[in-house]
């Protein structure tokens, strides 16, 4: 059965997986997060709103329809290899370190003033297939579930060895949380899932709205 693509290099987890996609060019997924950082510090409001306003997957941003506020500055000449699922992800990112730093501790900011976004994270009774409510769905349970693994994927830098390596430990979670499902994503595309996953999580936790899975879930095999 075949089950959450990430990358080659999972090959060798205990878990199998189906034919990887190539990994995402790191330029791209830096400038992304760069991109994130910087809009989100120098205008948070338009950052939030991007995240309620932008479409959850698609290619490149067309920045004749974006609006960047206050941080219209922050565009540069890597701003034209941005997608928008990383864009989503670089943003969700930089909130999350801002507001939260770990899970499990108190917000930095005021439950209030939380950044309130909506993704698919609701299961589908009819069980129908559909690729990104698959891909969020398996990001809220890695996120909850694994908080610790979330965390260090959040600290490290898109693109980069110990970005894979942490990827390669949650492949049990990747594989347990996708279920039956046979959808392929790549590894910039669970990146930004995860990033956004992780926030939404945190929020809805503080604002009395769920609890988390904890570390009471533990995919089979793992200790």
């Known amino acids: 059965m075949k089950k959450l693509v990430v990358l080659g290099g999972l ?12 990994a995402n060019n790191a330029s791209p997924a830096e400038a992304a997060a760069a991109l994130g950082k910087c809009v989100v510090k120098a205008d948070r409001g338009t950052a939030v ?3 309620k306003s932008l479409p959850l997957t ?13 941080a219209v500055k922050c565009r540069d000449a890597s701003s034209g290899t941005v997608t928008v699922s990383a864009l989503r992800g670089g943003l969700a990112q930089e909130l999350f370190k801002r507001d939260f730093v770990e899970f499990g501790v108190q917000p930095q ?3 209030y003033d939380l950044a309130a976004f909506r993704l698919p994270v609701e299961k589908d009774l009819m069980g129908v297939e559909d690729p990104t409510k698959t891909l969020f769905l398996t ?3 890695v996120a909850r579930s694994n908080p610790s693994g979330t965390e260090k994927l959040i600290k490290s830098a898109p693109g980069s060895d110990q970005e894979m390596k942490i990827f390669e430990s949650l492949a049990p979670w990747l594989s347990a949380c996708q279920g039956a499902s046979q959808m392929a994503y790549g590894r910039g595309e669970l990146r930004s899932a995860i990033m956004q996953a992780a926030y939404h999580v945190n929020a809805r936790y503080w604002n009395g709205d769920m609890t988390y899975a904890g570390p009471s879930f533990r995919p089979e095999g793992v200790r």
């Open 49 to 51: 709103s991007l995240l």
């Open 58 to 70: 698609g290619g490149q941003i067309d920045w004749s329809s974006v609006s960047l506020g206050s």
């Open 109 to 111: 900011r005021a439950l």
């Open 139 to 141: 990001a809220d349970c």
């Open 11 to 22: 090959a060798a987890a205990a878990v199998a997986f189906a034919t990887p996609a190539q």
